[in-house]
């Protein structure tokens, strides 16, 4: 099936169709899941595509509605598209009688009057409306459906698009990595210690439905916010590490890995609460279960004045400060303002990252940041929204926090950069996830909040950053364990793309 453009020359074998809307300037996963339901419905499936401008808006798109509607056609979701004049959807009603209008769910309460009038036409019509943001799913099972190399072949053509979209060639990333050596960052947040216990199923208990391993090996990496220092350093930047951890073994090993990658770092020991270690369990490189040694409470006021002096202290040397918030209480309000205040008079870049597996945290208290790096589902909880579609939920998020620039992470789907040029003009560019079959996905986002500070810190263009980002988060994934990625990695990853 090839996706073809409507006319009134074959406008017949399109009658009753479902009838889809938007101007698709940057194709992501949420347009995909919002195309793909629409073609569960009855009918050949159209897209009714905007034109190059709005003259109700004064509106006017990135790319032009032909580059538009070749992207669209690479999809091959779609039947047909159907080139609108301008914002009206009325025409396409009226030439193709469609039995279904899908909307995205932003336009349930538009007083938009082209949408307005497009809604009654089809009432009277007879057609059925309905409004749509596309399944929401935190998994992926596309190797069920396709082999590893293929997937992979996809995602590097993916990447390959990305970049020529962004007119970003290889030897503009590899440039950009080493002016990485330039940055200096301070990375500040929850330390957690990751111990990797391999184990031999012993099988179920007969005293009860338990099961049964017999420990034979284990191994520590450091994780949470040291990790990020880890890659920053390791990426080639300057890197300033100030974290809370306790009085223990833990504490120890992290400090001897600090040492040893020469990353200049203060730890408050709060005899109080434990360092973070996170112990999981694995029979033939599979986790099975993680048991946790935590404390989830603020740091004391004491401990918040430490902190503050030490960054104070520093602040004239630094670029760049990272908040790597895991939400075990370090990164506290109090922290957040006083450190947004200091950024401000020195004129340091904010970046900020709240991760929620297991805990409960709110990225929306990252305000007035650079960059705030978020998932689906945290954006979700964090606006109380699970119905908006993708697009909608970047750009509350966006309002909501007053962040300059926002980076939502779609797992397995890879990453949408959303990023401002002026205040009244946010663009958006995907990128997706060059591993094909990854070992472990724990670090993903720590690795990709790295590369993004190291980038912004050496003055690199944010979206050429981002494409960095894709290439270190490859790698990251690839291997068992924390373990930071090198430039020279990078650069091998690089020449051996064929972009």
Known sequence: MKTLIVNKKNKNSFYGCTLTYGHFSTIHPGHIRYLSNAKKKSGKLVIGLIGDHISSKSVFFRHTQKERANALKILNIADGIFLLNENFLSEAINLLNPSNLILGNEFKNSNEDEITKAIGLI??????????????????????????????DKRIS????????????????LLALDKFAKGKVLVLGDTIIDQYIDSEPLGISAEAPVIVVKEINKKNFVGGAAIVASHIKSLGSICNYISITGNDYPCEFLEKNLKNQKIEFSLIKDNKRPTTLKKRYLVDNQKIFRVSKLENKFIEKETEDKIIKLIK???????????????YGVITPRIIGEISKIALENNIKLLGDVQCSSQIGYITKLRNFDLICANEKEARIALNDNFSGLETICKKLITETKAKNLIIKLGSKGFILYYSKNKNDINSQPFPALSAHPVDVAGAGDSLLATMACGISSGIPLVTTAALSCCVSCLSVERMGNVPVSSNEVKNTLNNLDI
Do not use: C, H, M, P
């Open 123 to 152: 009432k009277r019509k007879n057609g059925e409306i309905y409004y749509d943001a596309g399944d929401i799913t935190y998994t992926s099972s596309f190797l069920l459906e396709e082999t590893e190399k293929l997937v992979k």
């Open 158 to 173: 993916s990447f390959r698009e990305s970049l020529d979209q962004q007119l970003i060639n290889k030897s503009d990333l």
């Open 313 to 327: 202290n520093k602040s004239k040397e630094l670029d760049v400060i990272v908040f790597s918030d895991f939400n």
